[in-house]
């Protein structure tokens, strides 16, 4: 596979897409762009990075019979059918201290959870079902063969595939390759995205506020979105609405960067410059989704660098960046589990939409008092430049095209922020 983007690889194709034809192009056309630098990382440095190749094991886990309780580790065949059996305790094998000997008729050892099966052993009393007294055990009938014991290679076998190229490292990941005896994983190199914002009007939190003034929000929910992703995000700062300067600014930074993302600026209104830059730089293409929010997706490459051009409105432009550059930036980075699920969930509201189009509404779960699905409350107002909506919901209600009402009870499908905004 080549590492490098094709020439204009987001050419326009349709006129009017749908999501999913959207989203099964830009797949298409995803370039894994990291494999140029593999890194050898410590597990420590892991989570959230992409496998580079797959993880096998070299040993079985456990790599040996052990005991699932506190017990004592017995011959079943020892057992009586009809009523209780007396065993000789032998000695005692604890996690980490084997007892060596093998267990011969009539013996027993004092076994603890994680204690390796002494040879000959099958089966396991829990300490709670029996009597002791000095070195005898009485067992009462009725234990099953194997019971309370842990199979050599019943997780892991030698030689299984445990994780595969592609992977992007969660917690457990990180756990099952320690399982398995590595210190170390092959990643691809971190996808590098540099984020701007644009706009005369916008301003950096911390400083004053001038007149006719907003503060930047959107470049803090983008970078820390694909920080989430694992990648390394640059804050490439505020685009002012100048031609010359929006033309310098990405001129410099696709030279350094794998992908450049900015938000606003990208409509046909006079203040928008990004897209003579970008059409002078490189490519820049349209592509018209038939969503809301979201104006068409701006998609282009100056260099070797992909470009995504948001909207300016918060919503939209977290909304589009989860739907659309999200799937972009964890395909070129080397992921394969690119699409979020979705979970069905109760309607608390009624709803009228056109057909045609897929729409998206902030939404917060309630749970049921009575145990049923959690209801998925519409938050209000919905406008597209209401960041309190994405904070005081869950997730996002996505209505498919088709649909034109939804009446209070009916299933939606919901995609909540932390399936994807981590
Ligand atoms: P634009 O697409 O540049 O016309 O912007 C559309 C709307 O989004 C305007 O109200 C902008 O002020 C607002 N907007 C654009 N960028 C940001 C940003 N980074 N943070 C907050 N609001 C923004
Ligand atoms: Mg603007």
């Known amino acids: 596979m080549m590492n490098k983007l094709a020439d204009d690889c987001f050419n326009q194709v349709e006129d009017l897409m749908s999501t999913a034809q959207a989203l099964a192009i830009l797949r298409q056309r995803t ?4 494999q140029d630098h593999l890194e050898n990382l410590p597990l420590s440095q892991g989570l959230g990075r992409i ?37 000789r305790i032998q000695g005692r094998s604890a996690a980490g201290h084997p007892f060596a000997q093998p267990l011969g008729p009539g013996q027993t050892v004092r ?33 099953k063969l194997g019971a309370n014991r842990r199979h050599q290679g019943e997780d892991t076998k030698l030689g299984d595939v445990v994780l595969a190229k592609g992977q992007r490292l969660r917690a457990q990941d990180l756990g099952l390759a320690a399982s398995v005896g590595h210190g170390e994983l092959a990643l691809y190199r971190r996808l590098r995205v540099g984020v701007f914002s644009t706009g005369d009007e ?56 794998d992908v450049l993302l900015t938000s606003g600026g990208i409509s046909v209104g006079e203040e928008d410059h990004v897209r003579g830059a970008v059409e002078a730089l490189g490519h820049l293409n349209f592509w018209r989704v038939a969503i809301k929010p979201g104006r068409p997706l701006a998609l282009g490459q ?47 509201f009624d709803f009228k939409k056109k057909a045609g189009r897929r729409e998206w509404l902030r939404a917060r779960l309630d749970r049921q008092p009575d145990g049923t699905a959690p209801r998925a409350v519409l938050f209000q107002p919905m406008g ?35 399936e994807v905004a981590q």
Do not use: W
């Open 31 to 34: 370039v894994i762009v990291t």
């Open 51 to 87: 496998l580079a190749k797959d993880v096998t094991s070299p040993l079985d886990v456990p790599p040996h019979d052990n005991s699932a309780v506190d017990g004592y580790a017995l011959r079943h065949q020892d057992l009586s059918t009809d009523g209780a059996s007396v065993f």
């Open 111 to 143: 076994i603890f959870t994680g204690g390796v099966m002494p040879a000959g052993s099958d089966t396991v009393v829990m300490q709670e079902d029996v009597e002791t007294a000095g070195d005898k055990l009485t067992v009462p009938p009725g234990l």
């Open 202 to 257: 916008l301003a950096e939190p911390g400083t004053l506020l001038p007149s006719g003034a907003v503060y930047d929000a959107n470049r803090q929910i983008l970078m820390a979105l694909i920080t989430g992703l694992g990648a390394a995000v640059s804050d490439l700062g505020i685009l002012p609405d100048r031609a010359d300067a929006v033309h310098a600014g990405l001129e410099r930074s696709a030279k350094t960067h």
């Open 302 to 348: 100056i260099g070797n660098a992909a470009f995504v051009g948001l909207p300016g409105n918060p919503v939209a432009a977290m909304v589009c960046f989860l739907r659309f550059a999200r799937p972009l930036i964890l395909g070129m980075a080397g992921a394969v589990d690119l699409d979020p699920i979705l979970y069905r969930v109760a309607s608390d």
């Open 384 to 418: 597209s430049g209401i960041i309190n909506s994405l904070v005081q919901t869950h997730g996002l209600v996505e209505i498919g095209e088709d649909v034109t009402e939804i009446k209070a009870g009916e299933p939606v499908d919901f995609l909540p922020f932390d």
